[in-house]
Structures are given as structure tokens and as C-alpha cells.
């Protein structure tokens, strides 16, 4: 895939996040693919496909009016493709959300293989998590 192919990919998984499209958000993961949140959060972890189909829709429906994604710089090379970009919107608990990211992309047959999240995680346990911290 061209790199300008490869940047107009990421930037519909952005829009699919937007809109909370998760059929497109799932579609947009290699069979095998996997998403990486960073950090010690009770969302931290490593997810495979199987798991991304039922996360992905319980995060983005804590956002009833959607949680809205700017992508600030994208860069490509070869297969990886590196994202910065916040995130803006109202919880269901009705505290407003606003987190910077860096996402890092290895793609694979047209596909997401990886992706690896870094965002403001005391932000993700103050609203996401309701203040909750892993046990």
C-alpha cells in the first residue's frame, strides 16, 4: 500500500472512532491484529480481535454524543504509521473528556496488526474508570 494510501487507511479508522462505527473500527483490524493500551489503568492491556469486537463498543458508548478524534501530525513509513492526536467529548458520567495520544500503527495486509495506544492515563482512571485503579 502507497504511504498516501496508508495515511487516508488511518485517517477512516479515526473517522469510524469519531462516529462510533464499530463494524468499521473491527473491519479495520488484520485477523490477527491486536491493540496494545499502555499504561495501569483497569482498559491497560493487550487485546486481540475477538476482544476489540466487544471493548471497542462499551468505550465508545460511555460517550453518548461520541468522542470526537483530531488527528494533530500522522507520519508513515514502510508499514508502521505513527499518530498524534486528541480526543474531545462528554462522558456518560457528564465530565468532559479530553486526551492527547500517540498511536503507533504496524499495518499488515492492508490491515491493523498492531497498535499501540499512549494517552493520559490518570485522565482514563479519573473518567473512564470512574477513579478506579487495578487491584
Do not use: W
Amino acid at each position: 500500500m502507497s504511504i498516501s494510501r496508508t495515511k487516508e487507511f488511518i485517517q477512516s479508522f479515526f473517522e469510524a472512532m469519531s462516529e462510533g462505527d464499530t463494524d468499521a473500527i473491527v473491519n479495520a483490524y488484520h485477523p490477527e491484529g491486536r491493540v496494545e493500551t499502555m499504561g495501569n489503568t483497569l482498559i491497560s492491556g493487550s487485546r486481540g480481535l475477538d476482544e476489540i469486537k466487544s471493548f471497542a463498543p462499551a468505550v465508545l458508548e460511555s460517550f453518548p454524543n461520541k468522542l470526537k478524534f483530531t488527528i494533530k501530525n500522522i507520519t508513515a513509513e514502510d508499514n508502521r504509521v505513527a499518530v498524534e492526536a486528541e480526543s474531545t467529548g462528554e462522558h456518560v458520567s457528564g465530565q468532559h473528556y479530553n486526551n492527547q495520544y500517540h498511536f503507533l500503527f504496524e499495518l499488515k495486509d492492508e490491515k491493523i496488526y498492531r497498535l499501540k495506544e499512549y494517552m493520559d492515563t490518570e485522565l482514563v482512571t479519573d473518567i473512564l474508570c470512574g477513579g478506579q485503579r487495578p487491584g
